[in-house]
């Protein structure tokens, strides 16, 4: 799709879509948003937020970057995008639910074994390293000898998203908002071939649909 394409959306979204929701933007502007659940999900242009889960306006606070990571709590004077959205979201928006939304053929996933070079990827090398624990932990991983790569992107790409949890408990607010029985935490992931959603279940530790099979 062009600029040009993009630019008429806006008008075709004004004269259309926008009188739909017309109503609920001026509510929202008026009383706020208030979102329950902030999604952390990868910024892939196949992975719409909205559009996989049927949301709309007022209902997700979202972070997206390369990966979906999320980096561990750091509270240096850096500038830490990710960590500052999840402040706000939980500290000030007070949100009850983080989903964070890995996907299939994952872009940032494939370049943790097959590394990007040169002086100008030097923030996307840096940004990687989050995705290190997941490709450490299949890589030495006695179960996943001999298989093909494709297999082991999908099973890196999944157990990365646990790490990125782990990695939320690291921010002290989450870890006594989890404690306290007031916050979940959900991992999640899409398959962009099919539009399903996996989620990961702790007691089984393995993702599993997250419900009715529809026939496409
Ligand atoms: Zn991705």
């Known amino acids: 799709m062009d600029i040009k394409s993009i630019i ?3 008008e075709k979204f004004r004269k259309n879509k926008f009188k739909k929701y017309e109503e609920k933007f001026v509510d929202l502007v008026q009383k706020g948003q208030k979102p329950k659940v902030l999604y952390i999900g990868c910024s892939d242009s196949r992975v719409l937020p909205h559009l996989i ?3 709309g306006p007022g209902d997700l606070f ?8 999320v980096a561990p709590f750091k509270p240096d004077e850096d500038y830490h995008s990710t960590a500052a959205a999840i402040e706000y979201a939980v500290s000030v928006l007070q949100v009850s639910e ?10 940032a996933i494939a370049a943790l074994y097959d590394r990007p070079d040169g002086a100008e990827m030097i923030h996307v090398r840096k ?15 006695s179960t996943t000898k001999g ?5 082991k992107l999908a099973m890196t790409e999944k157990i990365s998203v646990v790490f990125q ?4 408990l690291t921010y002290p607010k989450i870890q006594e908002l989890v404690n306290a029985g007031k916050m979940n935490l959900r991992g999640w992931y899409y398959k962009i071939e099919s539009g399903d959603i996996e989620y990961y279940n702790e007691e089984l530790q393995e993702f599993v649909s997250m419900g009715i ?4």
């Open 147 to 151: 298989l093909s790569l494709e297999k």
């Open 62 to 69: 979202i972070v997206r970057n390369i990966g979906n990571f």
């Open 127 to 141: 940004w990687l390293g989050l995705g290190n624990e997941a490709k450490k932990y299949i890589e030495t991983n």
């Open 213 to 216: 099979k529809i026939e496409h």
């Open 98 to 107: 983080i989903i964070v939304c890995g996907h299939s053929h994952c872009g």
């Open 165 to 168: 949890l782990t990695h939320l």
């Open 53 to 55: 889960t049927n949301t």
């Open 8 to 10: 008429d959306g806006n």
